[in-house]
C-alpha cells in the first residue's frame, strides 16, 4: 500500500499530532469527500470554527471514509520545540518503516524552516531519502488536511469528541 500522511496538530495543553493516512488509490475520493462537507462561502473547514452539528457530521463522513489515523502525543514533553522534533522524528520512522510516499504537513510558516531542517535530516537518517516527500502547504489548498484537524481536535477534547474518531484511530504514540 502506497499512502501518503496528512498532519495538523494541536497545541492547547501541549503538543498532539494527528497524522491521518491516506491510500494512493483513494486521495481523489476522499478529498471530494472533503470538498462536498464544505458550506457555501467556505475556502476550507476548521473545526473550532464548525458548529457541534457540522462536527457530528465531519466525523461521521471520516468514519465511513478510508482514512485512518495515528495520534502522536507529546504534552509530556514542556520545551515546543523538543516536542515537535521528537513527533516528526517518530512520524517519519514510522513512515518510512511503512513505505509511504507522502508526508504533508500543514503550513504554519514559523515552523516551516525549523521543520524542513528536521525532516531533511530524519529522512536521511531513516534511509527514505529520494523516496518520501514532504510538503508543507496551507489548508485551504489540500482538503486532506482538514481530516488531521478535526481528528486533533476530539482527540484533545475527550468524551464525546474522542468517541467520534475512535474508530479511525490506529494507534497512540506517546512520546517523552
Not at 499512502?3 to 494541536?10: K, N, S
Not at 478510508?66 to 520512522?93: F, G, K
Request: proline letters at 2%; one cysteine or more; glycine letters at 4%.
Amino acid at each position: 500500500m502506497t499512502a501518503h500522511v496528512f498532519v495538523d496538530e494541536t497545541k492547547q495543553r501541549g503538543l498532539v499530532v494527528a497524522a491521518v493516512t491516506v491510500r494512493s488509490q483513494d486521495l481523489t475520493a476522499t478529498r471530494t469527500l472533503m470538498r462536498e462537507l464544505l458550506l457555501k462561502g467556505q475556502e476550507r473547514l476548521h473545526f473550532t470554527k464548525e458548529s457541534d452539528s457540522r462536527r457530528r457530521r465531519i466525523a461521521a463522513t471520516l468514519r465511513d471514509s478510508e482514512v485512518t489515523a495515528d495520534i502522536y502525543d507529546a504534552r509530556q514533553v514542556t520545551d515546543a520545540r523538543a516536542a515537535r522534533r521528537l513527533v516528526l522524528d517518530r512520524l517519519v520512522d514510522d513512515l518510512a518503516a511503512a513505505d509511504a510516499a507522502r508526508l504533508v504537513v500543514e503550513r504554519d510558516d514559523s515552523l516551516v524552516v525549523a521543520d524542513r531542517r528536521v525532516l531533511e535530516a530524519r529522512v536521511r537518517v531513516a534511509g527514505v531519502d529520494g523516496r518520501l516527500r514532504y510538503d508543507h502547504l496551507p489548508p485551504r489548498s489540500e482538503p486532506l488536511l482538514w481530516a488531521a484537524d478535526a481528528v486533533a481536535w476530539c482527540w484533545v477534547h475527550h468524551g464525546t469528541w474522542r468517541s467520534a474518531v475512535q474508530p479511525l484511530v490506529r494507534r497512540v504514540i506517546t512520546l517523552g
